[in-house]
């Protein structure tokens, strides 16, 4: 299986700073790389998808780059509404397999 | 609007089986697949297996081989995650997923079900 890790598994950030979550995959996955928002008790949230291409209906402070086994979550500017944990999710081969998760705290 | 609606909370005794329900609107059941993922307390998520929503074909993850059946009733636009042999480390929260594919038929999960809450207790 693919393993996904995630740095840093937490972080504490203010509003309006600039947030940079990555993540690495255990082999190259190209661009089958997901990104997830998940608030607590909610199901997660599609935010990026195929490495860097906004989802429908997200809002333009999200944004994601990389491919092979490096990936990288950009949070232009934290909003309160984006303190959460993030997820990637490789669906290159089965099983898919997902990120530890980031937590992004209030500081 | 696309929605995924799953069944209630299930508690269940080591040893039991639960089938957890996911019902689909908003679009034409038979045109996506739906995945199942589960997440354990304090856990990542983990995949547990696909069903495509047209043709009925499966595939599961190795870990859940011969504990979990996914089947999918087309009439009803409901899909169904039934896992058997249950332990404590079944504990979880359960969601269905519908699979979207990308031009470059990269796949992502872009709708959730909110999730079943499965506890296993003696």
């Known amino acids: 299986d693919i393993q996904m890790t995630q740095s840093p598994s937490s972080l504490s950030a203010s509003v309006g700073d600039r947030v940079i979550i990555t993540c690495r995959a255990s082999q190259s996955i190209s661009s089958y790389l997901n990104w997830y928002q998940q608030k607590p008790g909610k199901a997660p949230k599609l935010l990026i998808y195929?490495?860097?291409s906004l989802q429908s209906g997200v809002t333009s402070r999200f944004s994601g780059s990389g491919s092979g086994t490096d990936f990288t979550l950009t949070i232009s500017s934290l909003q309160p509404e984006d303190f959460a944990t993030y997820f990637c999710?490789?669906?290159?081969?089965?099983?898919?397999?997902f990120g530890q998760g980031t937590k992004v705290e209030i500081k | 609007q696309v929605q995924l609606v799953q069944s209630g909370a299930e508690v269940k005794k080591p040893g039991a089986s639960v089938k957890v329900s996911c019902k689909a609107s908003g679009y034409t059941f038979t045109t996506y697949s739906i995945h199942w993922v589960r997440q354990a307390p304090g856990q990542r998520l983990e995949w547990m297996g696909w069903i495509n929503g047209g043709t009925g074909n499966t595939r599961y993850a190795q870990k859940f081989q011969g504990r979990v059946t996914i089947t999918r009733d087309t009439s009803a636009s409901t899909a169904y995650m039934e896992l058997s042999s249950l332990r404590s480390e079944d504990t979880a929260v359960y969601y269905c997923?519908?699979?979207?594919?990308?031009?470059?038929?990269?796949?992502?999960?872009?709708?959730w079900g909110q999730g079943t809450l499965v506890t296993v207790s003696s």
């Open positions: 195929a490495a860097s």
């Open positions: 997923t519908r699979e979207s594919q990308s031009s470059r038929y990269i796949t992502s999960s872009d709708y």
């Open positions: 999710q490789q669906t290159y081969s089965t099983p898919q397999t």
